[in-house]
């Protein structure tokens, strides 16, 4: 196949992803997330349940926009195998969670059509927050395996929440004032943070 079509396959993908996940949202929003059904929203996109479940795993993770091939194996992979010196870590797993919001397909739209959805759902911001503790739970693991902590090592659990602490506010400047990219808003308060715990 060749790049072009490779191409055109990827627009497509991200379109439809895109087009369900903005209409969970208006229907959560309008409705309640009771208040319609998954084949109700594929009709509403013109695609069928089958392709609906090719793309979220529920009704709850479109509406929060969490795809079922949101792959980031390969990135993960480079980043546990890493043969860098301990010194570097941090490093490296920042540039981890950089890449990781680099594929991401959000804007600001999507916190607007979030923040409707959650208001009318506030059950949603739980499993949201479950979410998130899975993939703290998974990055702390993921640290361990490539720094050969014993689990339970407090070092890998401070790295990840600390990290953890400084994306939030970053991707908030990022949506609020969009003229800097989200690698130079993160960079800069990994920074500040590092200025502050060496003095």
């Known amino acids: 196949m060749s790049n072009g079509a490779n191409g055109l396959r990827e627009r497509r993908v991200l379109a439809t992803s895109r087009a369900l996940r903005v209409e969970a949202r208006r229907l959560t929003a309008e409705r309640g997330m009771s208040g319609f059904t998954i084949e109700q929203l594929c009709s509403e996109v013109g695609v069928s349940r089958r392709t609906f479940f090719n793309y979220f795993a529920s009704k709850e993770n479109a509406v ?20 860098s010196p301990r010194d570097e870590l941090v490093d490296e797993f920042a540039e981890l969670m950089i890449a990781r919001w680099e594929r991401m397909d959000f804007n600001r739209d999507d916190i607007d059509e979030l923040g409707q959805a959650f208001r009318r759902e506030p059950q949603l911001f739980a499993h949201f927050l479950e979410v998130a503790a899975q ?9 361990e395996r490539r720094e050969g902590f014993v689990p339970g090592d407090p070092r890998a659990a401070t790295l990840v929440q600390l990290l953890g602490a400084l994306i939030r506010p970053a991707m908030t400047e990022y949506f609020e004032q969009n003229s800097e990219d989200f690698r ?10 590092r200025e502050l715990l060496t003095r």
């Open 184 to 193: 130079t808003l993160f960079l800069r308060r990994l920074a500040v943070a």
């Open 64 to 83: 929060i926009g969490i795809p079922v091939r949101a792959d980031a194996s390969d990135l993960e992979e480079d980043f546990a195998s890493s043969a």
């Open 135 to 143: 993939g703290e739970r998974h990055d702390i693991a993921l640290v």
